[in-house]
Structure formats: C-alpha cells, structure tokens
C-alpha cells in the first residue's frame, strides 16, 4: 500500500533502533555498508531497505506494510506485525525513514513500538518494551 503525506505517528513514539541495543540492527547495518560498495540491488527499493532494516528475512514479512512518501526523495516504511509469536509481544510496528541519494535509498532513522499481552506492559501503541 501507498500512501502520501506524513507518518502516522511520530518518531518520539517510537523506540530507536541502535547497533548495540536493537537486535539484528548491527548485522542489518554491516550488510547495508557492504551493499552500497557494489551497490546492491535491493537498495533502490525503500520497501526492500526498510524490511531488512526491521530485521525481516527475503522468506518473511510482516502482515501490513505501508510506504509513505513524505516529500520528493524522502519516505517512511511502516510495517506491521500482528500476533508476534511472542509471551510478552502481541503487536509490533517498525518504522523506517529512508532518504534517496543516488537513486539509492538511505536509512535516515529506525525505530519500533508494541502492544503488550494482556498483563505484560501497555495495551496501546507504546515504546517501552513488554515485560
């Protein structure tokens, strides 16, 4: 799906992706480094970009995935998850914001945000992590 205009929630909703902290991210972002030497192929497509940067494999994709196109150049990929397979997890959201360079697409920023299970942490859209 394709929308136009700004992201649905802002990026202090958010929890931000970091190397040390997020993970897969550190691994995401050596392959992202690594890809732009040749460049890859699957850095002319946001989509792509976004969902290897939420730690998504080529096999596997999240239930909902919207691409946002914020101004000429700029996106912001928001993919779903519903029902994560997980005892404290019930919902996950990624959101990734991507600027062209090139006619390649530049990770700018990364974050997510969840729904808890019942009992384990917010019911609504929130970024602490579940207990």
Known sequence: MIATGEPPAERS??????????PGFAEFL?????????PAD???????????????????EP???TLYQTAPGQASVVLLLEGAEDD???DIE???DL???D??????????????????GQQDWGAELCI
């Open 94 to 96: 990624h959101r990734v």
């Open 103 to 120: 006619n390649l697409w530049r990770v700018e920023w990364a974050g997510a945000r969840w729904r808890c299970q019942v009992g384990r």
């Open 63 to 65: 239930d909902q995935v």
């Open 99 to 101: 600027t062209a360079v």
């Open 88 to 90: 404290s997890v019930r």
């Open 30 to 38: 050596e392959a992202y480094e690594a890809a732009q030497t040749e």
């Open 13 to 22: 909703d958010y929890r931000t992706a970091l190397a040390g902290e997020t």
């Open 42 to 60: 699957w850095l002319r497509d946001p989509v792509e970009v976004a969902l290897r940067a939420a730690g998504y494999a080529p096999s596997y």
